[in-house]
């Protein structure tokens, strides 16, 4: 599973209501990210974080918000407030600092009813 | 960052070589051409890496021109299980993934 877990796999919800998605590393590092995917495209940042108790927005941060309590989980919170929510979300995690190699979980398929 | 350019879809026979280029002539020295690959419905997949020599793994082999514009990810003995979207990415090695750009990549589809 590459180190890192993501649930659900598949997510209906109502228009309107929150959601949040799990992502849980038991490698102990430090950098973990989230992105969206929407089909035939390529992944678009959301948030990302380097250490605990503190993240960043990514390119398309309106509509999500993140939490980095625990280094081992960042979890991402699908808002009412995004306005198009149905998509692929996949969180990956990144061993260090000086390498640009990432190791994604299967994702996570958001469907707004 | 710099930009890469890849074609939108490949075949290539069961068993033969895939030759999977990507073009990112404006890449800098410090920047590095990064392979991951994406079956349908999964999280990507790291694959390979490099800075400027040829690089091989258990997976594939990375080819760099020596003007470093371009590069080959080879796939030596394609198998149906190798098909899949395959995107080449340049960035830095330190700092934030936000560089990490992933553009719509090659659908490379391994034929029987």
């Known amino acids: 599973d590459g180190g890192i877990t993501q649930s659900p796999k598949y997510l209906f919800r109502k228009e309107g209501q929150n959601v949040t998605l799990s992502c849980e590393q038991n490698?102990?590092?430090?950098?973990m990210y989230w992105y969206r995917q929407d089909p035939g495209q390529g992944l678009r940042l959301i948030y990302y974080?380097?250490?605990?108790?503190?993240?960043q927005k990514g390119d398309i941060a309106e509509g999500y918000s993140v939490s980095r309590e625990k280094k081992e989980s960042f979890p991402l919170t699908v808002t009412s407030a995004q306005k198009n929510p149905t998509a692929f979300y996949l969180c990956?995690?990144?061993?260090?600092?000086?390498?640009?190699?990432?190791?994604f979980g299967e994702g996570s398929r958001l469907t707004v009813l | 960052d710099a930009k890469t350019t890849q074609p939108p879809s490949m075949d290539c026979a069961e068993g033969r070589a895939a030759n999977l280029p990507c073009n990112h002539s404006?890449?800098?020295?410090?920047?590095?051409v990064y392979w991951y690959r994406q079956i349908h419905s999964q999280g990507p997949q790291y694959i390979i890496h490099?800075?400027?020599n040829n690089e091989t793994n258990e997976m594939a082999s990375l080819i760099i021109t020596e003007d470093r514009k371009s590069s080959t990810l080879i796939l030596p003995h394609a198998t149906l299980r190798d098909t899949a979207v395959y995107y080449c990415?340049?960035?830095?090695?330190?700092?934030?993934?936000?560089?990490?750009?992933f553009g719509s990549g090659t659908q490379l589809t391994v034929l029987p």
């Open positions: 990956a995690r990144k061993p260090g600092h000086n390498t640009g190699e990432l190791f």
């Open positions: 490698l102990n590092h430090d950098a």
């Open positions: 974080s380097q250490i605990v108790n503190d993240f």
């Open positions: 404006t890449i800098s020295g410090n920047e590095y």
């Open positions: 490099g800075l400027k």
């Open positions: 990415i340049v960035r830095y090695n330190s700092g934030s993934a936000r560089q990490l750009t």
